[in-house]
């Protein structure tokens, strides 16, 4: 999103990223690994608005900015069709979200389209996030 970057977060990664390199292991960084943050969720439903792209790319570039002196591996997302049927199918995963099984894991959902809908929006973040990184960093 746009809110303040946490520092303490930063410092963390910068201290994780150095120790990695000081013993000679080259990082590889994924910046999504099924941890949307509950303030995108609770301001647009997360990865069912096409607003995360924006979002997704702002934090992207700022990871590639601050750690990108380092880092150069990255991956977009950790299991992409995980996010969208265990989230928004099945609902085993967060935001738990599906309409199948009569609702006994969900309290709201659409298990025929919100699967299909993330998946499109992950799929065009991951293109501009790759389109930034190569026209800008690589």
Do not use: M
């Not at 069912?48 to 750690?67: G, R």
């Not at 049927?85 to 009569?102: E, K, N, T």
């Amino acid at each position: 999103g746009t809110e303040k970057i946490n520092q303490a977060g930063v410092d963390h990664y910068n201290k994780f990223i150095n120790a990695l390199l000081a013993q000679g292991i080259e990082p590889y960084v994924t910046l999504y690994h099924w941890d949307l943050p509950q303030a995108l969720q609770d301001k647009y439903n997360g990865w069912l608005s096409p607003q995360i792209i924006k979002d997704f790319a702002t934090f992207a570039e700022t990871c590639f900015e601050i750690y990108g002196d380092r880092v150069k591996h990255w991956i977009t997302f950790n299991e992409p069709h995980t996010v969208a049927i265990q989230g928004y199918d099945v609902g085993l995963h967060a935001p738990g979200r599906c309409s199948i099984f009569l609702h006994l894991f969900c309290r709201a959902g659409n298990s025929a389209t919100e699967p299909y809908i993330v998946a499109h929006n992950i799929l065009l973040s991951h293109g501009t996030v790759a389109d930034i990184y190569r026209k800008k960093y690589k």
